[in-house]
């Protein structure tokens, strides 16, 4: 494959990334220091050295679905929940502890999380540059995984060896709106993220949660009964070949050509189960990257508890088109019924409208960490102006399936960094 064609493919696997409260603390180790991506201090050095680097990280585990209803409308709960997202400040106590603080308390935080579906952790002085970061997570009990699309290149590790990865701070993409999503896929789903504050943007920026089980409480019952029974399709990714139009007799093969070279050759690495489809949103020289058909509702994998499990609200295209977005044609994301077919434009308003109904906007600030039980929370960012510079890393609970790397450990992250590589200079 020709460098063009292989470059436009980085872009579209996949832009519905992640990303990512308050008065400011005296900190105990060391001076205060404003983080940004140039005076990251270097990572590979001092105590995180003999952490565990990302080639022996376990994969993202498999998604676990649970989503047959006999009657979802019914199913889905009506009642009051828990407050959401849970507010734990740092005391001066706390902070004198440092990471002992998190590794006393570990059942507790886990508990609270499994209740309330999101920590906002606020004012702790220890996690404001990585390596505090990293002990937060290790003396929680937390084991670390890839991002579900690790090889895709569309996040960049800040520090490969702890699994840390930046989140959507680059310049040119701030005043692009994120919406609402868990970072999942039909194959796998991160158990727990973990987003982290290290520079706060000076003008918006704010990182934003909601709840899934709240988001389908509050869902009209014909749109959810519609969606559920139909199920849903996204788009990940559109690839334009306007000049096969101009070649005649020999085009169907041409289409043919290029649909097997991507299905054969690329899209298997992204581990997504897509399907390369022709013409699916009305342009016939358009070649798409679908997921499989799934459900918009799921089942909690510890709770039972009914949950809204759908990316729809980052992903729809006809929501994105009334929103801050400097995505790139190559990187635009849809939403379909299983079939294929549109889903209503009324429908998609009133998802989007329940969903912003429940958006909690969370002002972090350098230390804070937002911490989501992510089959459960969905998370977004706002635009924003200036430099800001906030992280994540992913968790999971593997199976012994899952212990079984399935992927090439060495290839994904040869592909991975030649993506970031891409990315990174693209815009």
Same mark, same amino acid.
């Given at each position: 494959?020709?460098?063009? %064609? ?27 220091? !404003? ?24 994969? /993202? ?14 199913? %889905?709960?009506?009642? $009051? ?17 440092? *990471? ?5 308390? &570990?059942?507790?935080? *886990? ?6 579906? /999101? #920590? ?24 670390? /995984? ?5 090889? $895709?290149?569309? %996040?960049?590790?800040? $520090? ?29 789903? $991160? ?16 990182? #934003? ?24 399709? +996204? ?14 007799? +020999? %085009? ?54 009914? +949950? ?16 801050? /977005?400097?995505?790139?044609? !190559?990187? *635009? ?51 924003? &102006? ?5 992280? !994540? ?35």
């Amino acid at each position: 494959m020709s460098k063009s %064609r292989t470059t436009l493919l980085v872009l579209c696997l996949r832009l519905g990334v992640t990303l990512s409260f308050t008065a400011p603390v005296a900190r105990s180790r060391g001076g205060s220091r !404003v983080l940004s991506a140039a005076t990251l201090p270097d990572i590979n050095a001092g105590p995180l050295a003999e952490a565990p680097d990302v080639g022996s990280l376990p994969d /993202c585990p498999s998604t676990i679905w649970n989503s047959d209803f006999e009657d979802v409308v019914a199913e %889905r709960g009506s009642g $009051s929940l828990p407050t959401c997202p849970y507010e734990w400040s740092a005391t001066e106590e706390s902070n004198r502890q440092g *990471m002992n603080y998190f590794s006393e308390n &570990k059942d507790t935080i *886990m508990s609270t999380l499994q209740e309330h579906g /999101c #920590i906002w952790f606020r004012g702790f002085d220890l996690m404001k540059d990585p390596e505090g970061f990293r002990a937060f997570y290790d003396n929680v009990g937390l084991d670390l /995984c890839l991002d579900p699309i690790h090889t $895709s290149g569309l %996040r960049k590790m800040i $520090s490969k060896k702890d699994g840390i990865y930046e989140e959507v701070n680059k310049a040119s993409l701030a005043q692009h709106y994120i919406g609402l999503h868990q970072e999942s896929t039909h194959v796998k789903t $991160s158990t727990y993220g973990a987003f982290v504050c290290f520079q706060d943007a000076p003008e918006g920026g704010e990182f #934003i949660v909601a709840d899934g089980a709240r988001i389908l409480r509050d869902m009209d019952s014909g749109v959810l009964k519609r969606i559920y029974e139909k199920k849903v399709r +996204i788009s990940v990714s559109n690839l334009d070949f306007d000049f096969l139009a101009a070649t005649g007799p +020999i %085009r169907r093969q041409m289409m043919n050509f290029f649909k097997g070279l991507i299905s054969d050759t690329v899209a298997p690495k992204f581990d997504m189960e897509l399907e390369m489809l022709w013409g699916s949103d009305g342009n016939p020289l358009r070649l798409q990257a679908v997921e499989p058909p799934m459900s918009p509702v799921n089942r909690h994998p510890k709770t039972g508890l009914p +949950i809204w499990f759908c990316n729809i609200h980052n992903h729809a295209r006809y929501l994105r088109d009334g929103r801050p /977005c400097t995505v790139p044609e !190559v990187g *635009m994301t849809d939403v379909y019924y299983g079939d294929l077919s549109p889903i209503p434009s009324e429908d998609l308003d009133h998802i989007d409208e329940v969903s912003r109904a429940n958006i909690i906007r969370l002002p972090m600030k350098p230390g804070d960490v937002v911490f989501v039980d992510n089959y459960r929370m969905l998370h977004g960012r706002d635009i924003f &102006k200036g430099d800001r510079f906030h992280a !994540v890393a992913w968790f999971g609970e593997q199976s012994e399936e899952d212990k079984r790397i399935a992927l090439d450990r060495k290839q994904g992250n040869v592909l991975n960094e030649m993506l970031n590589n891409y990315v990174e200079n693209a815009f």
